[in-house]
């Protein structure tokens, strides 16, 4: 069987005319700030070329361009400059990033491609939050990354009279940037008062991020009741419990007098005289 030819090669791309160097930022980004670039632009072709700038690996809305379109003639250089502006959220995330700056040729249809980088530092912002402020057991612990680098915190709980206790499945809580995470906690009294008053017991919850940065802390409050309530509830108590005691009494005795008591009557057996007495 006959072979089919090989489809014709594809013409290589026409080279540019358009030569372009990219410089490196000068420094760190902070979130929320602005990062220049410079960039050059050489017109090695024999006519005048139009070179219109765009980077291809940013979010639009990070990037300006000025000047984005440029005429060159022949043999004669530019400048442009990429102003690269991160802002200041959990989407953008700490770390370095590539920046490619892509040079079109509008003479001859062909692109030229250059590429730098820059680093974009971390920032923290976490909203930490106990719900409910005050109850008589359960609670949550609240956490929202606002930042834009993962946040993990050793969680501990304590009170300055060391008069409750505290219990979580775990003394770890972590977010990563823009995410939530919660723990539940169940506080209760190490004892309880017999009678007496509703007392409200003070805690905290600290939250230590380590590597020597600051221990956020939360305030909670625990609501202990006693066993019994106050005295005057206590007393009603006694007093409905000698109460139904009496009824009680009462009915056994009531019952007891109205039933009929049997007399058991004893007939004497006579004795049989001798036949020789008669």
């Not at 106990?130 to 057991?137: D, F, G, K, N, V």
């Not at 501990?156 to 972590?174: V, Y």
């Amino acid at each position: 069987p006959l072979t089919p030819p090989p489809p014709p090669a594809m013409p290589p791309p026409p080279a540019s005319p358009v030569w372009l160097t990219v410089g490196a930022a000068s420094a760190p980004v902070e979130p929320g700030q602005a990062a220049q670039i410079p960039v050059t632009i050489t017109n090695r072709g024999h006519i005048v070329d139009e070179v219109t700038l765009s980077v291809s690996d940013l979010p639009s809305e990070w990037v300006t361009i000025a000047p984005a379109t440029q005429a060159l003639m022949p043999g004669t250089q530019a400048q442009a400059l990429v102003t690269v502006r991160p802002p200041r959220s959990s989407a953008a995330a700490a770390g370095s990033y590539p920046l490619t700056v892509v040079a079109h040729s509008v003479g001859s249809g062909a692109e030229t491609v250059g590429v730098s980088s820059f680093t974009l530092r971390p920032f923290e912002d976490v909203a930490l939050a106990i719900e409910p402020a005050q109850a008589t057991r359960d609670f949550t612990i609240h956490l929202r990354n606002n930042g834009n680098v993962p946040a993990a915190f050793d969680v501990t709980a304590r009170d300055d009279e060391n008069a409750l206790r505290f219990d979580m499945p775990t003394d770890r809580l972590a977010a990563d940037p823009g995410g939530t995470n919660s723990l539940a906690l169940k506080v209760k009294p190490a004892k309880r008062k017999f009678t007496g008053p509703k007392e409200v017991k003070a805690f905290t919850v600290q939250l230590a991020p380590g590597g020597g940065a600051k221990t956020e802390e939360i305030a909670g409050r625990l609501m202990v009741e006693p066993v019994v309530g106050s005295p005057r509830r206590l007393l009603m108590l006694l007093l409905a419990l000698l109460v139904g005691l009496g009824a009680v009494l009462a009915v056994l005795f009531f019952r007891g007098g109205d039933e009929p008591v049997q007399a058991e009557i004893i007939v004497p057996t006579p004795t049989p005289v001798p036949e020789e007495v008669l």
